[in-house]
Antibody, heavy 123, light 108 residues
């Protein structure tokens, strides 16, 4: 059974840093691209960052570019999000999500999500 | 980035109603469009992928259509468990997979 478990959230002051982790199990981690998605309390989903299976392709939302860094360690079946220069508007639940292809291999969707970890940026 | 715009933002309907939610992309995305359902306190769940493919285990009252820039999610006969928030997502250009702003489906 696939499990994605996020950790590392908490209360942090503006301008400080935090590192989120996502522990994956139940599938061959290094076969899949992974993503971070966030959701501010009471708001919609916002894609944050994505990374290919071999870390060769990485992308960020404009709202976090230059401040956040996504990475993965395939040997540890883990995904990370290093968040620097945090702002109050970064307050949200952060989900890691696994991206799977359909049977054609052309179309991708997020088939598994973690339970989320809450990051609160406040002084 | 490709912008995704859903309408309406909120919708009130009754059990048994037929409901349609639309999603428009800021540029053509072919059929690279997914639909998710999210209930309070839960992670999203994929309903439809590649515009019109029903995810395994999802009831057949859910259907998707469209291509290019305009897409729809239809629920043919609303059930009590369908009251939730629905999001579209484009997966046209890896890895920048943006979401629509969501449609909150409420009980009338």
């Amino acid at each position: 059974e696939v499990h994605l478990v996020e950790s590392g959230g908490g209360l942090v002051q503006p301008g400080r840093s935090l590192r989120l982790s996502c522990a994956a199990s139940g599938f061959t981690f290094d076969d899949y691209a992974m993503h971070w998605v966030r959701q501010a309390p009471g708001k919609g989903l916002e894609w944050v960052a994505g990374i290919s299976w071999n870390s060769g392709t990485i992308g960020y939302a404009d709202s976090v570019k230059g401040r956040f860094t996504i990475s993965r360690d395939n040997a540890k079946n883990s995904l990370y999000l290093q968040m620097n220069s945090l702002r109050t508007e970064d307050t949200a639940f952060y989900y890691c999500a696994k991206a799977s292809p359909d049977s054609t291999g052309f179309y991708y969707y997020f088939d598994y999500w973690g339970q989320g970890t809450l990051v609160t940026v406040s002084s | 980035d490709i912008q995704m715009t859903q309408s309406p933002s909120s919708l009130s309907a009754s059990v048994g109603d037929r409901v349609t939610i639309t999603c428009r992309a800021s540029q053509s995305i072919a059929r690279y469009l997914n639909w998710y359902q999210q209930k309070p306190g839960k992670a999203p769940k994929v309903l439809i992928y590649a515009a019109d493919n029903l995810q395994s285990g999802v009831p057949s009252r859910f259907s998707g259509s469209g291509s290019g820039t305009d897409f729809t999610l239809t629920i043919s006969s609303l059930q009590p468990e369908d009251f939730a928030t629905y999001y579209c997502q484009q997966t046209y250009r890896f890895p920048r997979y943006t979401f629509g702003q969501g449609t909150n489906l409420e009980i009338k």
